[in-house]
């Protein structure tokens, strides 16, 4: 069973994602936050393997508690999901930034909301090329650092670099290896061998360097 912790200040929106995972058949929810402090607390006490994260909370808003549960060893197995309106919130490239690993619109479907924790339970981004590439392009062209960035991609192939580039623009596996004339297998390799080099959580931490480095304009 994947275990889903729950964390928004709605508690209307709270129990209808509740009764949506306890009734899928393989997801179970752990627990319930309704701020962003105790989002971090009970990630701590129960290990969830998602948090369905939203980004807007009383005390702690949901990217310092997504930056908090991905940096701390004890929730090292724990996934966050984010949870946005997307026309209010704009701090969601800075979740990713925070080790998210993907987001959806709340008004999304109830059977996308539950292939969306079982593919983030699984160690993918939440990426689908029709929804989370568009929105994260969307972000990437909003967010100004104040600094410049100072990723490099040294020790990454040309090979490697342009399956990088196709993670960043939003395709799946499978959509890489079609447009490289590749087969499934070799893809996943090469996701697998950029995920070691560049240090990267997960598949939407691959999507930040992407753009990060230039390689997504």
Do not use: W
């Amino acid at each position: 069973m994947i275990q889903v912790l729950i964390a928004d200040d709605q508690a209307l929106l709270r129990g209808s994602f509740r009764v949506l995972v306890d009734l899928s058949g393989d997801c179970v929810t752990v627990g319930e936050a309704g701020t962003g402090d105790e989002a971090v607390a009970l990630a701590v006490q129960h290990h969830p393997d998602v948090v369905l994260m939203d980004v807007r909370m009383p005390d702690m808003d949901g990217i310092e508690a997504t930056r908090r549960i991905c940096a701390d060893p004890r929730t090292a197995g724990t996934h966050v999901l984010i949870l946005t309106t997307f026309d209010l919130d704009e701090y969601v490239f800075g979740a990713l930034r925070a080790g998210a690993s993907g987001f959806l619109l709340k008004d999304t479907p109830p059977a996308e909301l539950l292939n969306g924790i079982r593919v983030v339970a699984g160690g993918e981004g939440l990426l689908a090329p029709s929804v989370t590439g568009r929105l994260i392009a969307e972000f990437a062209s909003r967010a100004q650092p104040a600094r410049p960035v100072t990723r490099h991609l040294d020790g990454v192939t040309d090979r490697e670099r342009e399956v990088l580039a196709l993670v960043g623009r939003g395709l799946s596996n499978g959509e890489i290896a079609d447009h490289l004339h590749l087969s499934l297998a070799t893809v996943k390799t090469h996701v697998g061998r950029l995920l070691g080099k560049l240090s990267a959580r997960d598949r939407a931490q691959l999507v930040i360097v992407a753009y990060e480095t230039g390689l997504v304009p």
